[in-house]
C-alpha cells in the first residue's frame, strides 16, 4: 500500500508541476494587442500591483458582484490558506529553519477549525450551483464534481481531525520519505486512504480544470494592464518586431 500510494502521488505532482507549468507558459505566451484594463483601473504600475494584491487576497471585484458568493468563496479560500500552513508541518523536518512557524501554535489552532469554514464555504458555492437559476444554466457536470470533490477532501479531513485520528508520526515519517525517495510504511486508515486518493485525484486534474484561475489571474490583461492609452501606445510583445520593421 505504501509503494502503491507512493507511485500515485510521484505521478501526481510530475502531472501537477509539468500541466501548470505548461499552461502558464501558454499564459504569457498568449498574445493582448488591446489595452482592456476593467475601469475604473490604477494608471500607474504600482497601482496595478495594489490591485492585484486586493483582488488575490480581498476578492475585490467580487466583493462588488455578490456578497453572498464573496462570503462563502472568501470563507473557503482563507480557510484553505489556514489548511494549508497546518499541513506544512507533515513535509517540513523539526530541524527546519521553518519548523518554529510551521508549529506555532495559532496556525495549528486555527487550522485545525479552518476545515469546519471550508465544509461551510464550498457547502454554499455548491447550493450557488443548484439553487440559483442563470448559475445553473452554466454549470457544467465538472463544475459539480470539483467541488464534490473538494468537500471530500475536506469532509474526509474533518473526520480524521476530530472523529478517527490516524497515527500522525507514522504519516509524516511517509511524507518525508517520499520527499527524500525513501519509501516508508503508510497508515492503512480507510479515512486516511480516501483522502490521500482524493488529494492526488485533485493534484491530478487540477492543471486541466477551472481551478486554473489560481494562476490565470495574474495573467489577465482586464486586471495586469495599466490605464494609460493615451499617455503610451500599447503594443504587444508579439507584434514589436513588426512594429520595428515598419517604422525602418
Not at 464555504?121 to 464534490?148: E, K, Q, T
Not at 486518493?197 to 481551478?211: H, N, Q
Amino acid at each position: 500500500m505504501s509503494a502503491l500510494f507512493a507511485g500515485i502521488f510521484y505521478i501526481a505532482a510530475l502531472i501537477l508541476v509539468v500541466g501548470v507549468g505548461r499552461k502558464i507558459m501558454q499564459y504569457a505566451r498568449t498574445p493582448a494587442p488591446l489595452k482592456i484594463p476593467t475601469t475604473p483601473a490604477p494608471v500607474t504600475q504600482a497601482g496595478v500591483v495594489i490591485r492585484m494584491a486586493q483582488e488575490v487576497v480581498l476578492f475585490t471585484s467580487l466583493f462588488k458582484a455578490n456578497k453572498w458568493i464573496w462570503i462563502f468563496g472568501w470563507m473557503f479560500h482563507f480557510a484553505l490558506l489556514l489548511a494549508f500552513f497546518r499541513h506544512l508541518r507533515y513535509t517540513i523536518s523539526p530541524d527546519s529553519f521553518l519548523w518554529p512557524i510551521v508549529s506555532f501554535e495559532l496556525v495549528q489552532a486555527f487550522g485545525k477549525y479552518a476545515s469546519y469554514a471550508m465544509l461551510i464555504g464550498l457547502g454554499g458555492l455548491l447550493a450557488r450551483r443548484f439553487l440559483v437559476d442563470r448559475v445553473r444554466y452554466i454549470s457544467a457536470p465538472s463544475d459539480y464534481l470539483m467541488l464534490i470533490l473538494l468537500l471530500g477532501i475536506a469532509g474526509t479531513g474533518t473526520l480524521m481531525t476530530f472523529v478517527a485520528h490516524t497515527d500522525i508520526v507514522m504519516l509524516k515519517a511517509f511524507v518525508l520519505g517520499l520527499l527524500s525517495f525513501d519509501i516508508k510504511p503508510l497508515p492503512t486508515d480507510l479515512l486516511l486512504l480516501i483522502h490521500l486518493g482524493l488529494v492526488a485525484l485533485l493534484m491530478i486534474i487540477f492543471p486541466i480544470s477551472k481551478l486554473l484561475h489560481a494562476p490565470g489571474i495574474f495573467f489577465s490583461p482586464s486586471r495586469n494592464q495599466v490605464d494609460n492609452p493615451r499617455e503610451k501606445r500599447h503594443l504587444a510583445s508579439w507584434a514589436a518586431k513588426y512594429d520595428a520593421e515598419n517604422s525602418k
